[in-house]
């Protein structure tokens, strides 16, 4: 393999964010530049995603959970708090399951434990489809329409041609890959009580993709977990309220031994 491109800032315990789909790592710009006098950010490109190297089968998210600590392994580095939004959550809960003794803490942001339904995995075929026929470009508008909630739109205008752009430069081979590797994924409903790591469950209240109530059932299964749902906010927590999202991330990281 590969490696997988990554930007990074600051020094300390590292925190590794990864992204959710069909994005790459400028989502979390707001953590790179807000978390960096508390924590070693990392912000990496999944495979098929960003800079990093294409792919073109499914990537399933075992095979991206194993990408990041190939990633942690470059960088001299045993263990790490990690973090994911959305389909970054399923990564973030593979890597728990794969690598448990790596894991320092952990952040699910506007995410789920559970696997998809019949209905939900023929969509992510169609996905794929659609990526590899038509191209990113022209689905961008389709895909960013779910992400922000109303109050976001109209506050800030400028996100909407922000998200855009960055799904519009996604390689569809890469955007399929993924697709295909989510539809498969396991339930890891089942895992949370084993995490005992201190965990952070961000959504937003807005989250149209996503309800609420899948961060609050996941925060009830983690031993130490807190849950934070911001008003106002969509699928993307982390960008549309970063000072809140980064407030709730610095007090995770003062209990992380
Ligand atoms: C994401 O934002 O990563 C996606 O909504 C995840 C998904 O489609 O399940």
Known sequence: MKKLYHAEAGHGMPLVLIHGFPLDHTLWHHQLGGLRDVARVIAPDLRGFGKSPEARRAVTMEQHARDVAHLLDRLGLDRAVIGGLSMGGYV?????????????????????????????????????????????TALAPILVQPLLSDQTRKAQPQLIKFMEAMIGRQDPAGVAASSRGMAVRPDRMGLLHR???????????????????????????????????????????????????????????????
């Open 92 to 136: 973030a809960l593979a890597f728990a399951e794969l690598f448990p003794e790596r894991l320092t803490g952990l952040i699910l942001c506007n995410t789920r434990a559970v696997a998809d339904a019949d209905d939900a995995k023929k969509t992510r075929e169609t996905v794929a489809r659609r990526a590899l026929e038509e191209g990113m």
């Open 195 to 257: 995490i005992k790591v201190p965990a952070l469950v961000v959504t937003g209240n807005g989250d149209r993709l996503m309800a609420p109530a899948e961060s609050e059932a996941m925060a009830a299964r983690l031993p130490n977990a807190k849950l934070m749902v911001i008003p106002g906010v969509g699928h993307l927590s982390c960008l549309e309220a970063p000072e809140a999202f980064n407030q709730a991330a610095r007090e995770l990281l003062a209990t992380v031994d």
